[in-house]
């Protein structure tokens, strides 16, 4: 039986999933200025892909390892917290706000308790820390599917549901589209005042007369070569050698819990 909970967390959105879907609509949240906390037991099934293609940019492909390590270094560079446990349980905090309080237990078996106004579902296969919100679902086979809008909210006011849980097509790319599609969802659907991240050259808004809107930015040629500069260095940094881990496969099929290959 797991330990007594030890207190409650605050956060505006609480993403459960650290995978593909999950870390793109934290880094979208987190951008437009909402607290942003994502709680993951596992690793991402992607990370058993040998070779990751059909991934737009990548026209060589890229480890799906260092994919994923680049989306949660993108994800925390955009203060998205991230938080190590398997979420139990999702209700309603019973205050007088909308807001949820959610359950965890921690690889220690220790419970923790989250609050956040909103709550994101992007882990897979398991979504039964919905069951008492009475969130709709659909049975296929051996896989429950959350069943969400054209814009991946659910049929309960603010939980929203990402990536392959909702049935979509089993693709990184489609992943981190509708991961980032459900994040400015819950922009939308928040008080934060947002237009979209778009970092544009000095004097686009402003020589026009125009304010810049909330969530662009205009930076000025000094500026866009720094950025420049550092990207291409970081890129090279990233793509200097191998990736160090382990190739992974189905942990049925070694004996590790993560299904890494002795190489």
């Known amino acids: 039986m797991s330990a007594p909970a030890t207190g409650s967390e605050p956060a505006d959105v609480l993403i459960v999933g650290g995978g593909v879907a999950g870390l793109t609509a934290a880094t979208f949240t987190a951008r437009a200025g909402l ?21 737009p940019g ?3 492909g890229i480890n799906a390892r ?4 680049l989306l949660a270094e993108q994800a925390e560079e955009n203060d998205v ?13 019973g205050s007088d706000t909308e807001a949820f309080d959610i359950s965890a237990v921690g690889n220690d078996d220790e419970t923790r308790t989250y609050r956040a106004d909103a709550v994101v579902a992007a882990s897979w296969s398991d979504a039964s820390y919905l069951d008492g919100l009475g969130v709709e679902t659909r049975d296929a086979g051996s896989k429950t599917y959350v069943v969400v809008d054209d814009l991946g909210r659910t049929d309960v006011d603010g939980v929203y549901a990402a990536g392959r849980l909702t049935e979509k097509y089993h693709q990184a790319v489609v992943a ?10 819950v922009v939308h659907d928040s008080e934060i005042p947002y237009y979209h991240d778009w970092v544009t050259p000095e004097g686009y808004f402003t020589d026009r007369g125009r304010e810049v ?13 720094r950025r420049d500069a550092d990207a291409r260095e970081r890129i090279r940094e990233a793509f200097a050698g191998p990736h160090p881990e382990p190739q992974r496969t189905h942990p049925s099929l070694v004996d590790d819990e993560l299904g890494r290959l002795d190489e």
């Open 35 to 55: 607290d942003t906390l994502v709680v993951d037991a596992d690793e991402s099934i992607l990370a058993r892909n040998a070779h990751l293609e059909n991934v």
């Open 176 to 185: 981190a589209g509708h991961g980032a599609e459900v994040g400015l969802t």
């Open 66 to 69: 260092r994919f994923l390590d």
């Open 81 to 93: 917290r991230r938080e190590t446990g398997r979420v139990t349980g999702v209700e309603r905090s």
């Open 213 to 225: 809107p909330p969530g662009c930015e205009e930076i000025d040629a000094a500026e866009r070569e």
């Open 58 to 60: 990548f026209p060589g």
